[in-house]
Nanobody, 124 residues
């Protein structure tokens, strides 16, 4: 599985961005998908994930109510809509996928495939 994340850029605080992650392969619809981020000088952290089976989504407390993860299985794409952005959201954002038929987790080591990352910069 190959993942390509797009959509990063520079935005002012309070603005919005939508990230997309296109996946290759025929197992996308059976794979839990996640977004993680890594801010300068910090470890990579969980942002959001969406279940392959129920479509239910999960969020880190820091983004809950502002970010929305969604998926389009027909397009093999997962999205992260980011609203009300804050300077502390500045980071490289990575999409990730688990092997098919596995449930949602927040743990980075449990994701098997990673995209290259896209930089989001929020100015104050």
């Amino acid at each position: 599985v190959q993942l390509q994340a797009l959509g990063g850029g520079l935005v002012q605080a309070g603005g919005s961005l939508r990230l997309s992650c296109a996946a290759s392969g025929r197992t996308f619809s059976s794979s839990t998908m996640g977004w993680f981020r890594q801010a300068p000088g910090k470890e990579r952290e969980f942002v959001a994930a969406i279940s392959w089976s129920s479509g239910r989504s999960y969020y880190a407390d820091s983004v809950k109510g502002r970010f929305t993860i969604s998926r389009d299985n027909a397009k093999n794409t997962v999205y992260l809509q980011m609203n009300s952005l804050k300077p502390e959201d500045t980071a490289v954002y990575y999409c990730a996928a688990k092997r098919p038929y596995l449930g949602v987790t927040y743990l980075e080591p449990e994701y098997d495939y990673w995209g290259q990352g896209t930089l989001v910069t929020v100015s104050s």
